[in-house]
């Protein structure tokens, strides 16, 4: 799958190319359908208000990050809908993913989630999150082993 | 320019932590050749270090297809439908170019909306007469209130506000000196004299025990109680009136100095010049031998005055005393 171009050079910037990538994020890390959308939105309006020549990609992941940590742990997971707003790939189980949110922190969700999911550019979750590289490929190489601990349990 | 010839050490070999932090770079293919060696060693060695691998390139692998994931159209066009909603409403109010006055106006407005708002749901009357409540008169006026309804048949007359709160009427019993409070029913074995033109009912006289409550009440805290047999006590009910009023005594309660309670019993509760007590009883004394009992009572009454409450009653009338429930008027 190609790599998401965020780089927005002009304001007013292309929402449609944002909801992809926030829809995503907010749906695999909160793991409910009404929420990822209010909070996509919430973050798109929030973009909107950023003076011009601000860099969208770097205060997306920034933005999104924050409500992210601030919202509530949803305790019920999705159960329904899904297939009505997100089109998951025939052969994906969600149990897997549903375990690994529960034995996962939340540091280490969000940097899978943008690094190997969303696939932004490392530079810009580094800017964003304000991480070094070694603390984000540590947290992504721990959540691949415990999401990998889950689906390699079921082979 | 020489070079120095360094000596070629032994490459040493990879320990196990190590290779386990460089497995995802390993997996992602960006290591340099001697590390990449280095890990592969590690991994042929280590049975642990290839589970790891494994857990890895799984987890890879459930990201690429986590990844794959798509968004219907009709969601993304609900995304920004709402969001375009929002915008636009505020993009249309244009709040910032609105003039100035106009402006304060509106907000002025809203304040003075939420001013009423506010005035109208919170119940300011309580608040206002939050510390009204532990006056312990207001609890005396819901006392009154609750006798007024028997009082309405007889009190209409009397317009004038009551000097005193009205309080029960007792039977100048001891039991009544020990306790004050509540009434307490006349004795029903009282038995009338016959050879006395005017008899006063027999009734058990004050104990020493009355004098073991007046410590406790303030002083000129005193009520003067009595009960009268009389015969013709519809002829003689109007003369002790007309001579309390000649002493200078003044209704206490809501109704009339020797109001007619019940048929007849005749109801005196009033207030008088200390010095006339001495006459007042030598007038009773002319009708009855009743005598009046000095009790304790809450109510404080002014320097040289004091208060009685006494029914004059007819002597054939002593026989259903039980059934009359002497009620304060």
Same mark, same amino acid.
């Given at each position: 799958?190609?790599?998401?171009?965020?780089?927005?050079?002009?304001?007013?910037?292309?929402?449609?190319?944002?909801?992809?990538?926030?829809?995503?994020?907010?749906?695999?890390?909160?793991?409910?359908?009404?929420?990822?959308?209010?909070?996509?939105?919430?973050?798109?309006?929030?973009?909107?208000?950023?003076?011009?020549?601000?860099?969208?990609?770097?205060?997306?992941?920034?933005?999104?990050?924050?409500?992210?940590?601030?919202?509530?742990?949803?305790?019920?997971?999705?159960?329904?809908?899904?297939?009505?707003?997100?089109?998951?790939?025939?052969?994906?189980?969600?149990?897997?993913?549903?375990?690994?949110?529960?034995?996962?922190?939340?540091?280490?969700?969000?940097?899978?989630?943008?690094?190997?999911?969303?696939?932004?550019?490392?530079?810009?979750?580094?800017?964003?999150?304000?991480?070094?590289?070694?603390?984000?490929?540590?947290?992504?190489?721990?959540?691949?082993?415990?999401?990998?601990?889950?689906?390699?349990?079921?082979? | 320019?020489?070079?120095?010839?360094?000596?070629?050490?032994?490459?040493?070999?990879?320990?196990?932590?190590?290779?386990?932090?460089?497995?995802?770079?390993?997996?992602?293919?960006?290591?340099?050749?001697?590390?990449?060696?280095?890990?592969?060693?590690?991994?042929?060695?280590?049975?642990?270090?290839?589970?790891?691998?494994?857990?890895?390139?799984?987890?890879?692998?459930?990201?690429?297809?986590?990844?794959?994931?798509?968004?219907?159209?009709?969601?993304?066009?609900?995304?920004?439908?709402?969001?375009?909603?929002?915008?636009?409403?505020?993009?249309?109010?244009?709040?910032?170019?609105?003039?100035?006055?106009?402006?304060?106006?509106?907000?002025?407005?809203?304040?003075?909306?939420?001013?009423?708002?506010?005035?109208?749901?919170?119940?300011?009357?309580?608040?206002?007469?939050?510390?009204?409540?532990?006056?312990?008169?207001?609890?005396?006026?819901?006392?009154?209130?609750?006798?007024?309804?028997?009082?309405?048949?007889?009190?209409?007359?009397?317009?004038?506000?009551?000097?005193?709160?009205?309080? &029960?009427?007792?039977?100048?019993?001891?039991?009544?000196?020990?306790?004050?409070?509540?009434?307490?029913?006349?004795?029903?074995?009282?038995?009338?004299?016959?050879?006395?033109?005017?008899?006063?009912?027999?009734?058990?006289?004050?104990?020493?025990?009355?004098?073991?409550?007046?410590?406790?009440?303030?002083?000129?805290?005193?009520?003067?109680?009595?009960?009268?047999?009389?015969?013709?006590? &519809?002829?003689?009910?109007?003369?002790?009136?007309?001579?309390?009023?000649?002493?200078?005594?003044?209704?206490?309660?809501?109704?009339?100095?020797?109001?007619?309670?019940?048929?007849?019993?005749?109801?005196?509760?009033?207030?008088?010049?200390?010095?006339?007590?001495?006459?007042?009883?030598?007038?009773?004394?002319?009708?009855?031998?009743?005598?009046?009992?000095?009790?304790?009572?809450?109510?404080?009454?002014?320097?040289?005055?004091?208060?009685?409450?006494?029914?004059?009653?007819?002597?054939?009338?002593?026989?259903?005393?039980?059934?009359?429930?002497?009620?304060?008027?």
């Amino acid at each position: 799958m190609e790599k998401v171009d965020l780089k927005l050079k002009n304001d007013p910037f292309d929402v449609k190319s944002l909801v992809r990538p926030l829809s995503l994020f907010f749906f695999f890390s909160l793991m409910n359908e009404t929420k990822s959308i209010h909070y996509t939105i919430k973050t798109i309006e929030k973009l909107k208000k950023l003076k011009p020549g601000s860099d969208i990609s770097k205060m997306m992941i920034k933005i999104a990050t924050e409500l992210c940590f601030k919202s509530d742990v949803t305790e019920v997971y999705i159960t329904k809908n899904v297939g009505e707003f997100w089109i998951l790939p025939l052969d994906l189980e969600l149990g897997p993913w549903k375990e690994f949110h529960k034995r996962i922190s939340k540091k280490e969700l969000i940097s899978l989630l943008w690094g190997l999911v969303i696939k932004v550019p490392e530079a810009d979750i580094l800017s964003a999150l304000d991480i070094s590289q070694g603390t984000h490929r540590y947290r992504v190489s721990s959540a691949l082993k415990e999401l990998g601990s889950n689906t390699f349990l079921l082979k | 320019m020489e070079f120095v010839k360094l000596k070629k050490n032994k490459s040493r070999e990879m320990s196990d932590f190590v290779a386990s932090h460089l497995l995802f770079e390993y997996a992602r293919n960006t290591l340099d050749a001697e590390r990449k060696k280095g890990v592969e060693k590690a991994l042929e060695a280590t049975p642990e270090l290839q589970n790891e691998f494994i857990k890895l390139i799984n987890g890879i692998q459930y990201c690429e297809k986590l990844s794959e994931t798509l968004i219907n159209d009709a969601a993304i066009k609900q995304i920004e439908l709402q969001s375009s909603q929002v915008n636009f409403i505020v993009s249309r109010l244009r709040w910032h170019q609105w003039p100035l006055g106009f402006r304060w106006l509106v907000e002025a407005g809203v304040v003075a909306l939420l001013l009423v708002v506010v005035l109208n749901v919170l119940p300011l009357n309580r608040i206002i007469h939050l510390n009204d409540g532990n006056d312990s008169q207001t609890v005396v006026a819901e006392v009154d209130r609750k006798r007024k309804l028997i009082l309405d048949e007889a009190s209409e007359s009397n317009v004038q506000a009551p000097d005193f709160a009205d309080e &029960e009427v007792k039977q100048p019993t001891t039991l009544a000196v020990q306790n004050p409070v509540p009434p307490v029913k006349p004795k029903p074995d009282v038995v009338p004299i016959p050879a006395k033109p005017l008899v006063m009912a027999p009734q058990p006289m004050p104990t020493p025990q009355t004098t073991a409550a007046k410590p406790a009440s303030k002083s000129g805290a005193w009520i003067y109680r009595g009960q009268f047999l009389v015969t013709n006590a &519809e002829a003689v009910s109007p003369k002790i009136k007309d001579k309390i009023k000649e002493l200078g005594g003044q209704k206490a309660g809501e109704v009339e100095i020797g109001w007619l309670k019940t048929p007849n019993v005749y109801y005196f509760h009033f207030t008088v010049p200390e010095a006339k007590l001495g006459e007042l009883e030598a007038l009773l004394k002319d009708y009855s031998v009743g005598k009046l009992v000095k009790e304790a009572h809450p109510r404080v009454m002014a320097d040289g005055i004091i208060r009685l409450l006494f029914t004059i009653e007819e002597k054939t009338a002593e026989v259903k005393m039980d059934t009359v429930v002497p009620d304060n008027k």
